[in-house]
């Protein structure tokens, strides 16, 4: 277990690097999959959320103290986003970036992270499937979530190199959470049904009004439909996991 965990945090931390082929691509095209891969994305964090999590809580109970740990990471998200991230970005290109903001972006991403492996060694701790359900669905989201901050701390003055350097050094914050995890466990009986609901809250809030609001920024005929195939095609991928369990 600890080696797929560890694996799975490594591998997404090498989401951070995303912008090596960001900038080497033309804006309009970059854009174009760029909201597919939220659409995807969004369809992943949700399915995870109610394929995956919601009912394997089920099996212990949904009593009122977990629902309420499901908020609380409704709200925790919703913090970290308005007071210390300030937005939650899935953008490569930037414009009028103060300069405070790359410095405020790397703070609350290492939160974030922080969070991200707080939750991924629960669900491994819990079943290896899950575990690399949830992998699967956090990876998805960081692409453009990290594509997103590159452009901010270049916009916010940082070179390529820094830019890359930061961005990865946050990433690996993922492991602090999940050592964190991990150590807890083995200390507090009881607490993976609070990781589960706390994950739960996570993905509903980022999948559901993080994400799906991006695609709502620009309409054609065309891209609602491609959006909506991108969503339903994330959700179809943990449906398939289902498989494996």
């Not at 691509?25 to 969004?42: C, H, I, N, P, S």
């Not at 083995?186 to 607490?191: D, F, K, R």
């Not at 959006?227 to 494996?244: C, N, W």
């Amino acid at each position: 277990m600890l080696l797929e965990l560890f694996a799975s945090l490594f591998i997404i931390s090498l989401t951070s690097l995303v912008g090596l082929v960001a900038f080497g691509v033309r804006q309009k095209t970059l854009e174009k999959y760029l909201d597919l891969m939220v659409g995807f994305a969004a369809g992943a964090l949700l399915g995870d959320a109610f394929i995956h999590l919601l009912p394997e809580l089920g099996k212990t109970g949904i009593t009122a103290s977990v629902s309420f740990t499901i908020l609380f990471g409704i709200v925790v998200f919703f913090v970290l986003e308005k007071v210390v991230h300030w937005h939650h970005c899935h953008r490569v290109h930037h414009e009028n970036v103060c300069t405070d903001l790359p410095y405020m972006s790397l703070a609350g991403d290492i939160l974030h992270n922080i969070i991200d492996g707080v939750i991924l060694a629960g669900a491994f701790i819990i079943n290896p499937v899950i575990g690399f359900s949830t992998a699967l669905a956090i990876f998805i989201h960081e692409l453009p979530h990290e594509g997103g901050n590159y452009s901010i701390l270049i916009k916010g003055g940082f070179s390529r190199k820094k830019a890359l350097l930061a961005n990865f050094i946050t990433a690996l914050a993922s492991f602090i959470g999940a050592i964190l995890t991990l150590a807890l466990s083995a200390l507090v009986s009881g607490l993976m049904p609070y990781i589960l609901a706390f994950s739960i809250g996570s993905f509903i809030y980022i999948g559901g009004t993080d994400l799906l609001p991006e695609l709502h920024k620009k309409f054609t005929t065309k891209k609602a439909i491609l959006e909506t195939i991108a969503i339903i095609l994330g959700i179809a991928a943990m449906g398939i996991l289902l498989l494996l369990e």
